[in-house]
Nanobody
Framework: QVQLVESGGGLVQIGGSVRLSCAAS????????MGWFRQAPGNEREFVAT????????DYADSVKGRFAISRDVAKNTVYLQMNSLKPEDTAVYYC??????????????????WGQGTQVTVAS
């Protein structure tokens, strides 16, 4: 089992930045693909970013490409999502997820096995 706890959300100004953290316990994250997803009120959960096992490759949703960056710190067993140039449409609950690594990156939420409880990010003027 992997337990994931997100932190770092809050109220951010339009154009601002915030870094989300996802701390894991129970297993080392180096064995998993890690992902960030988000869900806005009334919307389905959507893929944001993913990073491969031990940092092998990244993938981003088109809506965040060039603005967000996913990274992992193996020593701290933590994954990060740096979010820059934030827009109101980035407002959502952000979830961290871990999925068994099979040598490829994937975007589908169903491929991830463990989820955090989420952290709210609100972008407003």
């Amino acid at each position: 089992q992997v337990q994931l706890v997100e932190s770092g959300g809050g109220l951010v100004q339009i154009g601002g930045s915030v870094r989300l953290s996802c701390a894991a316990s129970g297993r080392t994250l180096g064995n998993y693909n890690m992902g960030w997803f988000r869900q806005a009120p009334g919307n389905e959960r959507e893929f944001v970013a993913t990073i491969g096992r031990s940092g092998g490759g990244t993938d981003y949703a088109d809506s965040v490409k060039g603005r967000f960056a996913i990274s992992r710190d193996v020593a701290k067993n933590t994954v990060y999502l740096q979010m820059n140039s934030l827009k109101p449409e980035d407002t959502a609950v952000y979830y961290c997820a871990a999925g068994y690594a099979f040598g490829t990156l994937y975007r589908q939420g169903s491929r991830f096995n463990f989820w955090g409880q989420g952290t709210q990010v609100t972008v407003a003027s």
